[in-house]
C-alpha cells in the first residue's frame, strides 16, 4: 500500500499567477488537486487564455464548487451554470466567467496537473 498524504491548500506545493484568481495546487502522490477562487469579474477567456496559448479551455475538470457561482459555455454553445453545493465534470473546450459579486472557490480534482499553464511545453515539442 502507498502512503497517506495530508496536504492543505492554505500551503500550497505550487500558486499559480492568474489574474482575478488564485490558483493553490497540492501534489498528492501521482495527481494533483487545485483549489481555485475566482474572483467578481474573472472570464477563462481574458485570464487564462493569454497563460494557455488555446482557444478555449482544453483541461477537463472534475471539481466540487464550495461557493459562488460560475457560467460554463461549451465550444458547441451549450452553456450551464454551477453553483455552491454542485459537483461538475467540465469535458474540455469551453468558456467560464465568474456571476454575481461573489467570489467562486472550486475544488478541481482532475484538471490540476496542466490548468493555466501553457498548452505547448517545451517536452510535448520533443
Not at 57 to 64: I, Q, T
Not at 96 to 120: H, M, R, S, T
Request: charged share 25%.
Amino acid at each position: 500500500m502507498g502512503e497517506t498524504i495530508l496536504k492543505r491548500f492554505e500551503t500550497p506545493d505550487e500558486l499559480r499567477d492568474v489574474p482575478k484568481a488564485t490558483v493553490e495546487v497540492v501534489n498528492l502522490g501521482d495527481v494533483q488537486a487545485m483549489r481555485g477562487t475566482f474572483e467578481p469579474g474573472w472570464k477563462w477567456s481574458e485570464c487564462v487564455r493569454p497563460i494557455a496559448g488555446t482557444d478555449s479551455c482544453e483541461v477537463e475538470h472534475l471539481g466540487y464548487v464550495v461557493s459562488g457561482s460560475m457560467h460554463i459555455k461549451m465550444d458547441d454553445g451549450t452553456e450551464y451554470t454551477v453553483k455552491a453545493g454542485d459537483a461538475t465534470s467540465i469535458k474540455p473546450g469551453h468558456d467560464a466567467w465568474v456571476l454575481g459579486e461573489e467570489n467562486c472557490v472550486i475544488l478541481d480534482f482532475q484538471g490540476a496537473a496542466i490548468y493555466a499553464k501553457p498548452a505547448k511545453t517545451e517536452a510535448a515539442t520533443k
